[in-house]
């Protein structure tokens, strides 16, 4: 039995209807196609860390022990840290930047299938992103 009911002109599921949108992906984030650097297109609320930054981008690098190198930037200024996964579906994220005892949790709550932009989410911040490397 079917759980998602129909929806649309084209009688598709709702699931169906966010992917051909690119709101949704498969359910499993994967990290080598997520690898690259993303602009920061909007962040709601402003985060204190990143008051007065232009230019805002990320670069995740995949590692060999499937951990993730990240870099963040704001404008010349950059800070390097790590990803460790925390779920099966690489979702969810643990984020330091040179406090490992004390890593940042950090949500891939939507990326389109082409993982051309994505909506990141860490406490109370969201961040819309596109990629552009």
């Known amino acids: 039995m ?3 009911k129909p929806v649309g002109w084209r009688n598709e599921s709702y699931r169906h209807s966010l992917a051909s949108r690119g709101i949704l992906t498969s359910k499993k984030i994967d990290l080598k196609k997520y690898a690259g650097v993303w602009k920061q297109e909007s962040v709601t609320p402003e985060p204190w860390f990143q008051k007065g930054c232009k230019d805002v981008k990320a670069k995740y690098e995949l590692k060999p022990d499937g951990n993730m190198k990240v870099t963040n930037y704001c404008g010349n200024r950059k800070i390097v840290g790590e990803a460790v996964p925390l779920s099966k579906d690489n979702r969810k994220l643990a984020v330091s930047f ?5 890593p940042g949790k950090y949500e891939i ?3 389109d299938p082409d993982y051309k ?3 990141v989410t860490s406490g109370e911040y969201t961040w819309r ?4 490397k």
Do not use: C, E, Q, S
């Not at 040179?98 to 004390?102: N, R």
């Not at 992103?129 to 552009?132: E, G, N, Q, S, T």
């Open 2 to 4: 079917n759980r998602f």
């Open 98 to 102: 040179g406090f490992p005892w004390f």
């Open 109 to 111: 709550k939507k990326v």
């Open 117 to 119: 932009h994505a909506t």
């Open 129 to 132: 992103l596109r990629k552009i």
